[in-house]
């Protein structure tokens, strides 16, 4: 990861961008477990079996981009969301995280997304996401539609 640039990442991008890098590996409940060290995403999704969906186990990392759907001009809608409705992890404190230094979402809001980024998942099945979950990954849900 190329920290000598000003871009910010995003710390739920897709894989298969060229700079993507694996975050981290989903660890249940207990949300995601961080690398110490970035890992190229494709080096990664080569160790996911066959008929596993990375996404399921793993997020990724890479440059945030104003073709995001949740880009709004000025910053990312996403976690504008997060930051207002996600749960956090009880008793959590600040994962380490080799992506914060240059995090779209830290530099956006602070402590108060890497407190709920653990929980965060790029890709749910249909029957794994409650009705805030949508929301907040739907791009046309603003923060004024989230529940207080």
Not at 5 to 33: F, I, K, N, Q, Y
Not at 126 to 148: F, I, N, R, S, Y
Request: hydrophobic share 35%.
């Amino acid at each position: 990861m190329d920290h000598t640039e000003d871009r910010t990442w995003c710390p739920s991008a897709p894989a298969d961008r060229p700079e993507a890098v694996l975050l981290g590996v989903h660890a249940g409940s207990d949300g995601l477990s961080y690398l110490n060290e970035p890992v190229p995403a494709a080096e990664a999704l080569a160790l996911v079996p066959e008929g596993v969906e990375a996404t399921s186990i793993m997020r990724f990392a890479a440059h945030c981009t104003q073709k995001c759907g949740h880009h709004t001009g000025t910053g990312c809608g996403l976690v504008t969301k997060v930051a207002l409705a996600a749960p956090t992890v009880p008793g959590h404190t600040l994962p380490r995280c080799h992506l914060r230094g240059q995090c779209q979402w830290w530099r956006q809001t602070g402590v108060t997304a890497c407190r709920r980024c653990p929980l965060v998942r790029t890709e749910l099945a249909e029957t794994q996401a409650d009705d805030l979950t949508h929301k907040l990954a739907d791009p046309a849900v603003g923060p004024h539609d989230l529940p207080t």
